[in-house]
């Protein structure tokens, strides 16, 4: 049983564009999320987060916005550049701390 | 979809002793598996990638005699950690790469070192 789920395995997006990235979970003790990018041959690194106490946070061009509620986070990046291709992946976590991921979604911006 | 599990998903050891950690890819194989230690505010630390049948790539840092792995075949990695300390307590993650490049992630091993 799959708790975070990003349902989009890849995603394409125009240069200057928005890219809008999904994520749902199930568990609702999860109270952090996370988003984290990753390129090819390389671990993945923190992008974002946010606490189950907000429903948005912002950083530069990249802002998370959470829905309790519906159980869904995105991740939106304005304006998308083409070097933010990449693989996004959501993760959540609970009081003990573990990471749960999802699946990733590869995002391409093309120029 | 793929699946990669973790074995034990939380483990308590005392100091100075060994402690084995396995990742399984359950239905797909894995030519490249990676390991993952969790910081506090969940940040990741990249400490290795194995490929099957050959040696570790080790990050910068990372102790290749505290952290042993091996990577016996396309659907195991296994990392020990040797004389286990505290400072050793950690979250640790693993992760498998399949033919097609995907990555799928692990559910995790707490390990706690008395």
């Known amino acids: 049983d799959q708790q975070v789920k990003q349902n989009s395995p890849s995603l394409s997006v125009q240069e200057g564009r928005i890219s809008i990235l999904n994520c749902d979970y199930t568990?609702?003790?999860?109270?952090?999320f996370l988003w984290y990018k990753k390129y090819p041959a390389e671990g993945p690194t923190f992008l974002i987060s946010?606490?189950?106490?907000?429903d948005k946070n912002e950083d530069g061009r990249f802002t998370v916005f959470l829905n309790k509620s519906a159980k869904h986070l995105s991740l939106h990046i304005v304006p998308s550049q083409p070097g933010d291709s990449a693989v996004y992946f959501c993760?959540?976590?609970?009081?003990?701390?573990?990471?749960?991921f999802g699946k990733g979604t590869k995002l391409s911006v093309k120029p | 979809g793929a699946v990669v599990s973790q074995h034990p998903s939380w483990v308590i050891c005392k100091s100075g002793t060994s402690v084995k950690i396995e990742c399984r890819s359950l239905d797909f194989q894995a030519t490249t598996m990676f390991w993952y230690r969790q910081f506090p505010k969940q940040s990741l630390m990249l400490m290795a990638t194995s490929n099957e049948g050959s040696k570790a790539t080790y990050e910068q840092g990372v102790e290749k005699d505290k952290f042993l792995i091996n990577h016996a075949s396309l659907t195991l990695s296994t990392l020990t950690v040797t004389s286990a300390h505290p400072e050793d307590s950690s979250f640790y993650i693993c992760?498998?790469?399949?033919?097609?490049?995907?990555?799928?992630f692990g559910p995790g091993t707490r390990l706690t070192v008395t």
């Open positions: 993760a959540a976590s609970y009081w003990q701390g573990n990471l749960i």
């Open positions: 568990n609702s003790m999860f109270d952090y």
């Open positions: 946010i606490s189950s106490i907000k």
């Open positions: 992760s498998a790469r399949d033919l097609r490049d995907e990555q799928y």
